[in-house]
């Protein structure tokens, strides 16, 4: 009895540490890759996914200075789900709305695009929510998946001059970051079954 006075603070301590991570699980993307030259060499934005629930994540597309999002396929995403819903839709340039599947020119189709009427009043920065209806995900890095030609995120972009095109990242080939969460858990988990051991064979 007395040892499982030690073990249950520790396994609640996990559990919290669980929860925490949860809340705070993001991943950041880079649009890397552009379908121009004359858009010059990047990077051209970041995109953020806030996993806030596991079947809600906040999706944020950040342009670099210098660069706007603007017309059909402002941006895009590749969702990691069979059926999901779109809203909370924010933009400090013209308004923007669902536009479905769609291809982002060089890029290939992604099943989430993201547009605004016209290139008058691009934006810097574009956020909306996704939400999963067919399940969970389990990270932040879980919420997108690579497309058929392995991009997970794309924009269609602007430079001062007036010069419009497309850019995407990360490629399936690069490595994508999960934002230390399983290492955390993994190393909490770890460390707590080793105090249960010791506890339970002093």
Excluded at 40 to 51: C, D, K, M, Q, R
Excluded at 75 to 85: E, H, L, P, Q, Y
Excluded at 127 to 156: D, E, P, R, Y
Aim: glycine residues 12%; proline residues 3%; aromatic residues 10%.
């Amino acid at each position: 009895m007395k040892k499982l006075k030690y073990i249950a603070p520790i396994l609640i301590a996990v559990a919290c540490l669980g929860f925490q991570q949860a809340k705070a699980d993001q991943v950041n993307y880079t649009l890397t890759n552009a379908n121009d030259s004359g858009l010059g060499t990047g990077p051209y934005g970041t995109v953020n996914v806030n996993l806030t629930a596991p079947n809600m994540a906040t999706i944020t597309f950040t342009a670099a200075s210098g660069y706007l999002f603007v017309d059909g396929g402002s941006v895009a995403v590749n969702v990691n789900s069979n059926a999901w819903t779109i809203g909370n839709f924010n933009s400090n340039g013209d308004p923007v709305f669902d536009a479905g599947v769609g291809n982002e020119d060089g890029f290939g189709s992604f099943n989430q695009k993201v547009s605004m009427q016209n290139s008058s009043n691009g934006a810097s920065i574009i956020s909306f929510v996704l939400t999963n209806i067919s399940g969970i995900w389990l990270s932040a890095a879980n919420v997108l998946a690579f497309n058929a030609q392995n991009w997970l995120v794309a924009a269609h972009i602007q430079i001062a001059t007036g010069l419009t095109g497309f850019a995407a990242g990360p490629n399936g080939g690069q490595q994508v970051p999960d934002g230390g969460t399983t290492v955390m858990l993994l190393g909490a988990a770890l460390g707590a079954l080793g105090m249960a051991r010791r506890y339970l064979f002093s």
